[in-house]
């Protein structure tokens, strides 16, 4: 059960991703969703873009994986470049060498063991090394659009911090919004909290005093702000 906010307005989810759509639309998408709107959209290009993206920036990301897919767009496509080349294309993204060799075992695997069509469960895709629960449910929910829940650190702070739920880790995080957020938004939290998070809600002094949902925030851990 979520935790509902001590402020002068109750917490109507609905409505908080009313005002998330509009206090976003000015800012950079997340890259997945970027991607998507770029015709980036089969379930392979979307899994090895958020490999890709795992600590890395969203605009090196989204460079990188325009790159890597002007070459090999396929799984097979990927499969057959030398090791050196993909390393190559992957130059701006952090670890390129471990990412070569995840994204080229998982598109021979692709190949080989499904048929060239990628897995459409998270179980599935966590068998691939290097696809944890978040870049699963990326895959599942941008290259699919099956309501899937990608908690990363923005999404993790920014619901702990509004007292929607309570939870220590991500990984905690996303099983408390399982729990709690209508399936309508399982999607659209990481496309609306990651600009929300980087330019709004910050981790230090967030803009609390611009921000529209600073009625029904109760900006737990909040000390300092803007």
Known sequence: MSVQPATSQDFDIDEVFRRLRIAVAPYPKAAMFELRDRGYTSPFQQLVASLISARTRDETSLVVAERLFAVAPTPAAMA??????LVELLHGATFPEPKAR????LSRRIVEEHGGEVPDTPDGLM???GVGPKIAALTLAVG???PALAVDIHVHRVTN?????????PEKT?????AVLPKRYWVEINERLVPFG????????PRCSTCPL??????VGVTTSR
């Open 80 to 85: 057959a470049l030398p090791k050196e080349r």
């Open 102 to 105: 995840d994204i080229r075992d």
């Open 127 to 129: 068998r691939f090394h």
């Open 144 to 146: 699919f659009d099956i």
């Open 161 to 169: 911090r509004w007292g929607y739920v309570q939870a220590r880790t």
């Open 174 to 178: 996303m099983t408390a919004l399982l």
């Open 198 to 205: 980087k330019w709004i809600c910050t981790g230090e002094r």
């Open 214 to 219: 600073l009625s029904m925030c109760a900006r």
